[in-house]
């Protein structure tokens, strides 16, 4: 914390998803006084609506900036969801389910990411496939096994992480929209909404898909567009699937309770959140391939999200290279889940200036993305 006596830098966080919220949590940790806003209700948006597997999926698929921020969540989240458990009073159910990966084709390219990440990485062939996870399909023969990967429930999650910063003294104004970031003479003073102008020394744009918008129109911009992702829950009996399962592209995420989400697409159509029915039965016909014993079961709910999606995956993390004082954490794409404490963290030792656990260089806003 600040020495007694020196004033608090005040701190604007412009957008109350996962992401702004941790950052805030990072800030008002390290002493700043930060006020937190968010156009609609916090984490309403994609971090409400993605399915939580703390991991990017086919990892090795992704640049190795994403893989170190994930490194470092992979390491940190069962510890993180304690702690906000300790401070919530309520369990975000973090869950080492482990990962089923049912692509054969991908089993030379996992083991070299394997090797190099230190996270373990099986071939499973019949009966041990059947022992750890009976429900699938007969047709499945092999697959690999990450029985390190986690998984945390998203709702419960920002649930924890609100009443977390709440309690440590953050700001939190919903529904408020800023319309723009206010600077003088190359320097950030603070942000406009609807009704006010709120003053600020620094300012962290948090906004999702919405972050690229909320930035001045200055030389340096970023490529951050919504990528809308639909999902679906089925109501089944506790046990029947235990794992997580990917295959194609499409998982299946087994909850405590008997839910199973399944998902999802990956669809360009702008900040359209409408459900379709043509994803209904793409998720549905891949659901029932992988573990048939779901067409029995009811379907609950069915869901879209938005992801910030940027061009290779990797966020933005780091100061406006044109107004000073002027931040912004976000691009994370479909890995904002397990990208997020090692992406506020960096982004906060680079607004103190104190000292990286990793290079930031990849991440700045300068950086072709």
């Known amino acids: 914390m600040l020495r007694s ?56 698929r992704y640049p190795e900036p994403v893989l170190q921020l994930a490194d470092i969540g992979h390491e940190v989240y069962e510890s993180l969801a304690q702690s906000l458990q ?42 041990l496939l059947k022992e750890i996870e009976p429900s699938l399909a007969d047709v499945y023969q092999q ?31 919903e529904d408020v929209e800023v319309e723009k970031v206010m600077f003088d003479s190359g320097v950030v003073t603070g942000v406009k909404t609807l009704d006010e102008i709120v003053p600020a020394d620094k300012v962290v744009i948090t906004g999702g898909a919405w972050s690229a918008g909320l930035l001045p129109s200055v030389a340096t911009e970023i490529k951050v567009a919504p990528v809308r992702g ?14 997580i399962i990917l295959s194609q592209g499409r998982y299946l995420i087994p909850r405590r309770d008997g839910h199973v989400l399944m998902g999802s697409t990956m669809e360009n159509v702008g900040f359209d959140k409408s ?28 869901w879209s999200g938005l992801r910030p999606g940027s061009p290779t995956g990797v966020p933005y993390i780091g100061e406006h290279p044109d107004i000073s004082g002027l931040f912004v954490n976000a691009g994370h794409f479909r890995n904002g889940v397990i990208l997020a404490p090692a992406s506020c963290k960096l982004l906060v030792d680079l607004m103190l200036s104190r000292s990286t656990d990793l290079d930031p260089l990849p ?4 950086t072709a993305h």
């Open 363 to 366: 991440f700045s806003l300068k």
């Open 230 to 243: 639909q999902m679906i829950l089925f109501k089944t009996k506790p046990g029947l699937i235990n794992r």
């Open 5 to 60: 006596g020196k004033r608090l830098s005040k701190v604007v966080v412009v957008g109350a998803g996962l992401i702004g919220m941790l950052t805030a949590r990072e800030l008002v940790n390290a002493g700043l006084e930060v006020t937190l806003l968010d156009k609609s209700l916090a984490g309403t948006e994609s971090s409400w609506a993605g399915g939580g597997i703390l991991s990017p999926l086919y990892p090795w």
């Open 143 to 173: 697959a690999l096994w990450l029985p390190d990967v986690a998984q945390i429930r998203n709702p419960r999650l920002i649930k924890t992480v609100k009443q977390s910063i709440l309690s440590l003294g953050v700001k939190l104004i």
């Open 275 to 302: 459900t379709t029915v043509e994803a209904m039965n793409e998720l549905k016909a891949a659901a029932y391939e992988i573990v048939p014993e779901l067409v029995n079961c009811d379907i609950v709910k069915h």
């Open 86 to 127: 300790a401070e919530s009073g309520f369990d975000p159910e973090w869950t080492r389910s482990g990962l089923l990966i049912l692509d054969e084709n991908e089993a030379a390219n996992a083991k070299q990411w394997s090797s190099c990440s230190g996270i373990s990485c099986e071939e499973l062939a019949l009966p």
